[in-house]
């Protein structure tokens, strides 16, 4: 462990108000709140849509209406405050929508300046690190860059609607395979709705030169963000894919229902890693983002991969269960997860893993840790149908409380339909003890960075999965999000 | 008593019998038992001693007999001894009702379970066993509720309540058992209620008949200083569920859960368990094992809850299936929800055939695949069964699980 003591200090000396929470001025051309048909007919339009998107955008509202909004949580420090889907924008775009940029010099300077904020110098940081960046902002995306390399092999890397306007026959064949237009409430939501997101094609055999990676933020006021993302590898291909994710302080309550969707074929492999920092609301649980993300990956083919790894620190309330369909022969899923939740935050997440083809494997890794008035929830499925010959699951979730008023849940299903099947799940829980910190202060570390420390080693077998950038960010962010949670 | 059994009847009007959509009934399908009418027992119902003996432990231990719920004066031993009241439930209802009041179903949550709910709204008739405070059980009691059924579908309702006051120790065996093919529905439901400083431990085994859905409660609610076991062995029914909530309310309590279910056939097993940990420095233990041939399934669902200030908990939960056909199915939800932060709880599930290595190292040393594979899955019951006080009951169920499994005869000479 080699924290830097004085960027931890500094990093303690901010106090606990979120670090990114700033508000870009850009006029948004924003449609006024509210959803119905005329809505999405709007969004289509804007779009350019051809006829047939509109109309999976229509069945799915249709079903949408008919369904129940869930509301599983049951933690009495902070209220499911219900949301009126008819006060959000369905849609905003940064004005020069009509003429986008064409290069990083034609982007608005303020919109640069955010980014140099958040830490993301769009040009030096994809230089420098070799990462090609769909910044979205504010639902259209605004900036790609390292477009000629990735072409140059074939990649097809680009915002969702740039997709269906280039690739409309790769939009068709793939979208909703894997999460059906009306898989559930959020889902379907942003089946009608979405605006934007990042499409991801690798053709066969090719390995992506460099991690894609996508910044996702929300920027103008009440405007819920929909974002759509679909990821095919087609066979032998390879592609590590980044989102990270921040947003400005609100007050008021956001929805994300963010709808991401893999496909592995024969021998490819995804690995798609997430870090979420949307704002959490402040200590008395006012504010922050809804996250209701449908993340799901089909390992289409044999001895396909998926690989879902994600750092959960930020928003009000996170319901997410990123999947894996193992319908290939010795295709293989994994799910590695950090969720924090401090002050009043609620995380439910966890992971599902159906095994359909023989030989398939899967492994869970969630660690979850808690402080304040937060409530961390694992929810899992581990699911092996009748023909899964010799599948295998490890599972192991660990919780760690730190505090008397937070709490810990592990909710994990486990259904076994063939005799083959080795199944393990390992949960615990526990706290950092007092015996760790007295032995790490007696060192002359102090009990900020000894906890630091210990909730690094904790999350450590899933940080190791992070690419190494995406690591760093990832350790500083549970040091920032634990401020004050010492005690 | 009667605003117990309509708040129970209430209950069950407006919960009925869910379908598989309610997570709580997710593994077990209802829908023969709502679309069957079922009829009370004839209270002249009478057995006879013959039919019973199969079912029957030591020839010394009190007995109490009912047959379709209906009480068995003729083939019943036991009698109140020093320190321990053994009651006819009817009896105490008609003489005095009130030492029922905040006794019985006050801890079997009738209000979100259709069978508690059915069972709650049509008690009748069954056992109150009350231990004196210091007293000790010198021989457990033997409750056997025998289900024969009669030509048209019927239900049964058996009820057991057990009072230990501080500082007394006991054993009672439940048998819920039959022979007949005919319908029937049985929901007994037990409530255990330990004082402080008790000793208390509980069996039920289930050996019901072909076509006897059993949907059984037990409830346990501890003091301080307790020590409470509970343990279902579930051998014979198409469809046995059982829902077993442990409550630890006084500090320094000790619940110990266990379960042994084996399935065969397309017979489903059904374990639900919650355990409440109210206070700190408790202590429980679940371990929940399920041995499925054929295509039998069985589902398990477990909670430990914690609540908010019982430091210091100590709770394991595991759950074990064995799969020996490529048939059978099971399902595992080992939950956690946990509101203290100074506590160790953990819970881990296993589902999976016999180990190969073992099985090999086995045959290796000339034990014929048959008799290997009998060997582990005893060893695997083992682990329950060992723990099995009552030396008669542990044969029992021991023989019962050998007989099962082929090659018994190979066993019994290796013994």
């Not at chain 1, 933690?75 to 986008?100: H, L, M, N, V, W």
């Not at chain 1, 300046?113 to 769909?134: F, N, Q």
């Not at chain 1, 193992?326 to 950090?338: M, N, P």
């Not at chain 2, 009130?98 to 008739?125: F, K, N, V």
Request: proline share 5%.
């Amino acid at each position: 462990m080699t924290t830097d003591p004085n960027a931890t200090l500094d990093q303690w000396a901010e106090g606990s108000d979120y670090r990114w929470g700033f508000v870009t001025d850009i006029d948004a051309d924003t449609v006024p709140p509210g959803l119905d048909e005329s809505v999405i007919r709007f969004i289509s339009a804007k779009k350019n849509e051809p006829e047939w998107l509109l109309e999976w955008r229509l069945k799915a509202y249709e079903r949408w209406l008919k369904m129940e909004e869930p509301e599983w949580p049951h933690f009495p420090d902070r209220p499911y405050g219900p949301i009126d889907y008819q006060a959000i924008s369905y849609y905003s775009a940064p004005k020069s929508d009509e003429d986008r940029p064409k290069s990083l010099d034609e982007v608005d300077p303020k919109l640069l300046e955010t980014y140099e904020k958040l830490g993301i110098p769009l040009e030096e940081r994809a230089a420098l690190a070799g990462v090609a960046v769909d910044a979205v902002f504010d639902s259209v995306s605004v900036a790609t860059t390292f477009r000629d390399k990735l072409k140059e092999h074939g990649v097809i890397f680009c915002s969702f609607s740039e997709a269906v306007q280039d690739h409309p026959e790769l939009v068709k064949k793939y979208l909703g395979t894997v999460v059906p237009a009306a898989d559930n409430y959020f889902a379907a939501l942003n089946s009608a709705v979405f605006t934007d997101g990042s499409f991801v094609y690798i053709p066969k055999g090719v390995r992506c030169p460099m991690e894609l990676s996508t910044y996702f933020r929300i920027n103008a006021l009440n405007t819920g963000q929909f974002e759509r993302t679909l990821i095919v590898a087609d066979e032998g291909a390879y592609v590590s894919y980044l989102e990270g994710c921040t947003a400005p302080q609100r007050d008021e309550n956001q929805l994300h229902a963010a709808v991401v969707e893999l496909i592995a074929m024969e021998d490819a492999e995804i690995k798609y890693s997430t870090i979420q920092n949307w704002y959490p609301g402040d200590e008395n649980g006012v504010g922050g983002i809804y996250n209701f993300v449908t993340k799901r990956g089909l390992c289409e083919g044999d001895r396909s991969h998926i690989s879902w790894t994600q750092v959960e620190t930020g928003s009000a309330m996170t319901w997410k269960y990123p999947s894996c369909i193992l319908k290939g022969d010795d295709s293989i899923g994994e799910f590695y997860s950090v969720a924090l939740t401090n002050h009043r935050q609620q995380a439910d997440t966890g992971t599902k893993m159906v095994h359909i083809g023989k030989n398939t494997r899967s492994n869970i890794v969630s660690k979850g840790i808690s402080a304040g008035y937060g409530h961390n929830t694992y929810r899992g499925l581990v699911n092996i149908r009748r023909g899964a010959v010799n599948a295998r699951n490890y599972t192991q979730c660990d919780s760690m409380l730190m505090g008397e008023t937070c709490g810990a849940h592990t909710f994990p299903v486990i259904e076994v339909g063939n005799d083959t099947a080795h199944i393990e799940h390992e949960a615990s829980t526990s706290k950092i003890g007092e015996d760790q910190i007295f032995y790490c202060n007696q060192r002359g570390i102090s009990p900020e960075d000894a906890v630091s420390m210990i909730v690094n080693g904790f999350c450590r077998e899933v940080l190791a999965e992070l690419p190494m950038e995406f690591a760093v960010e990832a350790r500083k962010l549970l040091e920032v999000s634990l401020e004050d949670s010492v005690g | 008593m009667t605003a117990i059994r309509k708040a129970a009847m209430n209950a069950y009007e407006s919960i009925l019998w869910p379908s598989m959509r309610d997570e709580s009934w997710r593994y077990t399908d209802t829908r023969a038992i709502a679309a069957t009418d079922f009829k009370s027992a004839d209270p002249s119902t009478v057995i006879k001693a013959d039919s019973l003996s199969p079912f029957l432990l030591d020839s010394d231990m009190p007995l109490m007999v009912f047959a379709d719920g209906v009480y068995q004066p003729d083939l019943s031993t036991a009698t109140s001894m020093p320190g321990v009241q053994i009651h006819r439930l009817a009896d105490v209802i008609a003489s005095n009702p009130e030492r029922l009041e905040g006794r019985l179903a006050s801890h079997a949550d009738y209000q979100d379970d259709p069978a508690c709910g059915l069972s709650t709204a049509m008690i009748t008739d069954g056992v109150v066993v009350e231990i004196e405070a210091e007293a000790t059980m010198e021989t457990p009691l033997h409750i056997v509720f025998f289900n024969q059924g009669t030509t048209h579908p019927i239900s049964t309702h058996p009820r057991v309540l057990i009072v230990a006051n501080d500082r007394s120790t006991g054993t009672v065996i439940e048998s819920h058992v039959g022979t007949s093919e005919q319908v029937i529905l049985s929901t007994p439901v037990t409530e255990l209620i330990a004082g402080d400083n008790v000793n208390l431990d509980h069996y039920r085994m289930v050996r019901e008949g072909a076509a006897t859905w059993h949907l059984g409660d037990v409830a346990l609610h501890q003091g301080a200083r307790t020590e409470v076991s509970s343990c279902v062995l579930a051998f014979d029914g198409p469809l046995i569920r059982t829902r077993m909530r442990g409550t630890l309310a006084g500090e320094d309590g000790n619940a110990i859960l266990h379960g042994l279910a084996m399935g065969h056939e397309d017979r489903h097993i059904e374990n639900l368990l919650r355990v409440n940990h109210m206070v700190p420095h408790c202590r429980s233990r679940e371990s929940f094992k399920h041995i499925l041939e054929d295509k039998s399934t069985a589902a398990f669902t477990g909670r430990i809850y914690v609540a908010e200030g019982a430091q210091k908990t100590d709770a394991v939960q595991t759950n074990r299936n064995l799969l020996l056909s490529n048939t059978s199915k099971a399902t595992a939800r080992p939950q956690l929800e946990i509101y203290a932060d100074d506590v160790k709880c953990t819970h881990g599930a296993t589902i999976g055939e016999l180990d190969q290595e073992a099985m090999f190292y086995l045959q290796a040393r000339g034990i014929p695949a048959d008799a290997a594979r009998s060997m582990l899955v005893q060893a695997f019951a083992g682990e329950i069964l060992d723990d099995v006080a009552p030396e008669s009951l542990r044969n029992q169920a021991q023989l019962l699980l050998r007989n099962r499994l082929p090659a018994a005869e190979h066993l019994a000479a290796m013994e």
